[in-house]
């Protein structure tokens, strides 16, 4: 009721002054104009100034949106001259041969564990978080008759909880049950014995049938592979994707096309190729597409939309040239030629992408052999990168490097595995201009 009588009352009032203002208008200018809205919402539109009580309503917003955009410019300035702080932590020092980590909540508890890989050990094991980012003593989930190269966590079985996929050394893609708080099944499920020197896994769904599938990479056979997950814990054969990754040591998996289905990349130093094979969304694969052969052997590939435009972009580590660098996705199915973030990552082995400085901007990591570094690149928001930033020096054979809340405080830290003997450290973030806006 009140409404409708204010209502009344408001169109009366617009009324009364559109025709003050009609009366006003000189030759030459366009008529101001009032109108509202059935929701009585007022839209005033003018050529010239608009005046409320003495106050130039546009003059404001300009300079509010001045004073916006130079906040902006000093948050920019205070990151770039200012950047988070890591502190490097040791959560297993004494082990040789470690060749990957990475982070994942395999207890259920919510904090997130680190699952790794030693070589020389012929060990799979993982550490479990005590909620701050201190980590239990080693757990050696399995010893296994082969070495191991990289494992990674993901629900095969459909339970919600995290099980284990490993590549071994020679021939084998096995499989790890999670049966409840991070007790595993001792015995490896084989998922294929069909791959020479397997190197690389990765799981997701392929056929969006809501089993979480498994890619392969193998070395000697030039192979990319992938399994499709039954249902039931068990794979079908394998399904080979391409035999054109000449040595292929890396697989990753991610939709880069935008059409729903997970594309595969891959990264072959035997031809220096990093490509990707299109989903068809039937359960087969395009052939083999080259991003680029600008990388001299590359040997890591990861996927992230590093200019922010909604289309995954293409990362890859390539350790001839000690690279880390890009390929912009175009949005079309194509991407832009090979983009260096940096080539001092002697014998670069290992790249990831996450947002270290709470800029909304994914930011890049490198882990580098022969110099024993973890390092990142800032992203400054338009596709261009900080010099290399040091996070240490101190990470012996550095193979792998991941980034995760480890210490559950809202910013990303850093995972290493370093194979000559620094074994698994994370790096904890201190970002003061991150803190800062937060307590703000
Ligand atoms: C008026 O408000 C209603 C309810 O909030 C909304 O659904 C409608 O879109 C609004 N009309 C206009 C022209 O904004
Ligand atoms: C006011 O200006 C806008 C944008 O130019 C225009 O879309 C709208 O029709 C105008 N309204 C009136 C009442 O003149
Ligand atoms: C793995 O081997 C170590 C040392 O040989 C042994 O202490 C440990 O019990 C084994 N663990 C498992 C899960 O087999
Ligand atoms: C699992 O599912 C596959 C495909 O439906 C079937 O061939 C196989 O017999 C099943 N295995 C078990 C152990 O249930
Ligand atoms: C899958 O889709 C591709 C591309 O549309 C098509 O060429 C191919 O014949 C299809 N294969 C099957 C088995 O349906
Ligand atoms: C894809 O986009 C790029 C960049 O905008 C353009 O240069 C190229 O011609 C496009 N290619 C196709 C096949 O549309
Ligand atoms: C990207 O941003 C940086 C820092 O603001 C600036 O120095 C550089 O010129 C920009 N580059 C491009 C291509 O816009
Ligand atoms: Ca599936
Ligand atoms: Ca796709």
Redesign the pocket.
């Known amino acids: 009721m009140g409404l409708r009588r204010s209502w009344a009352g408001f169109c009366l009032g617009v009324g009364l002054v559109l025709v003050l203002v009609a009366c006003d208008v000189g030759a030459g200018v366009e008529e101001p104009s009032l109108a509202f809205d059935e929701n009585g919402t007022l839209f005033i539109n003018a050529t010239n100034r608009v005046v409320v009580n003495g106050v130039d309503v546009q003059a404001l917003a300009m300079a509010f949106s001045a004073a916006s955009s130079s906040l902006d410019a000093l948050i920019e300035l205070q990151r770039e001259l200012n950047p988070p702080q890591f502190e490097q932590h040791a959560i297993s020092a004494t082990m040789d041969g470690s060749r990957s980590a990475c982070a994942a909540d395999l207890d259920g508890d919510g904090f997130l564990d680190v699952l790794s890989t030693n070589y020389l050990q012929h060990q799979i094991s993982w550490y479990r978080n005590n909620g701050d980012g201190s980590f239990s003593d080693q757990i050696v989930i399995t010893n296994t008759s082969q070495s191991v190269w990289y494992a990674t966590p993901a629900d095969l079985s459909g339970d919600g909880q995290l099980d284990i996929v490993s590549v071994w050394h020679n021939d084998m893609i096995a499989w790890y049950l999670n049966t409840g708080n991070g007790a595993f099944s001792p015995e490896p499920m084989i998922i294929t014995t069909d791959v020479k020197a397997g190197r690389s896994v990765f799981a997701t769904d392929f056929n969006n049938d809501g089993y979480t599938d498994v890619v392969s990479a193998s070395m000697d056979d030039d192979k990319i592979a992938w399994y499709r997950n039954n249902g039931n814990s068990t794979f079908s054969a394998q399904i080979i994707i391409s035999t054109d990754a000449v040595e292929a040591l890396s697989v990753y998996a991610a939709d880069l096309n935008n059409d729903g289905f997970a594309d595969v990349l891959s990264a072959s130093p035997g031809d220096d190729k990093v490509a990707w094979y299109r989903n068809n969304g039937n359960g087969t694969f395009t052939n083999q597409i080259v991003i680029t052969t600008s990388a001299d052997g590359p040997v890591s590939v990861y996927a992230a939309d590093l200019d922010g435009d909604g289309h995954l972009d293409v990362l890859s580590a390539s350790y001839l040239d000690n690279k880390i660098a890009w390929c912009r996705n175009?949005?079309?199915?194509?991407f832009?030629e090979q983009l260096v973030i940096s080539d001092a990552a002697d014998m670069a082995y290992s790249v990831y992408a996450a947002d270290l400085d709470n800029d909304g901007h994914l930011d890049v990591l490198s882990a580098s052999y022969y110099d024993d570094k973890i390092a990142w690149y800032r992203n400054k928001g338009n596709g261009t990168f900080s010099d290399q930033l040091i996070i240490t020096e101190a990470a012996n054979g550095a193979y792998s490097v991941f980034a995760a809340d480890l210490d559950n405080n809202g910013d990303i830290d850093i995972l290493s595995a370093s194979y000559l003997g620094d074994g698994i450290a994370w790096y904890r973030n201190d970002d003061p201009v991150a803190h800062f806006f937060r307590s703000t």
Do not use: D, K, L
Not at 330 to 334: D, K, L, M, S, V
């Open positions: 175009n949005g079309n199915g194509t832009s």
